[in-house]
């Protein structure tokens, strides 16, 4: 992209890391996400969950947990709610599509997400994921 002239935003880069790890390149798609600040492009809670995704179909519980621990911080200090809501929602189907359903239980009782989604979004969301 850059060669043609064109600065990749974060909408480029979460695009390309979500399109990375729907195809397994986990490691593709973090070293995209670790040239996002080295590029100027912060990451948004989207960009945590399309890593998340991926790293939690490698099975990688422990490090899904901690990039999910992350996304929470990063849904305090994000202001569009568009994007929290979807953040949101891909990391609760991620869970669920991968098996995790103890973690979704664990998110409904704990509300580590505090009120940067709506209790009411949280709950359809997580009903909706689950069936």
């Not at 912060?42 to 991926?54: D, K, T, V």
């Not at 359903?101 to 009411?120: C, K, L, T, Y």
Request: glycine share 8%; aromatic share 10%; net charge negative.
């Amino acid at each position: 992209m850059r060669k043609r002239g064109h600065s990749p935003n974060v909408v480029s880069y979460t695009t390309l890391i979500n399109g990375y790890c729907d195809v397994g390149k986990v490691g593709e798609a973090e070293k995209l996400f670790d040239e996002m600040y080295e590029r100027g492009a912060i990451p948004n809670a989207l960009s945590y969950s399309a890593l998340i995704l991926g790293v939690l179909r490698k099975r990688d519980v422990d490090y899904g947990k901690q990039m999910i621990r992350k996304l929470w911080d990063m849904m305090l200090i994000e202001e569009d709610m568009h994007v929290k809501n979807a953040a949101f929602c891909d990391v609760i189907n991620s869970l669920c599509r991968e098996g995790f359903f103890h973690e979704v239980f664990n998110i409904a009782e704990e509300m580590p997400q505090g009120e940067s989604v709506a209790e009411g979004f949280v709950h359809a969301q997580m009903i909706d994921s689950l069936c």
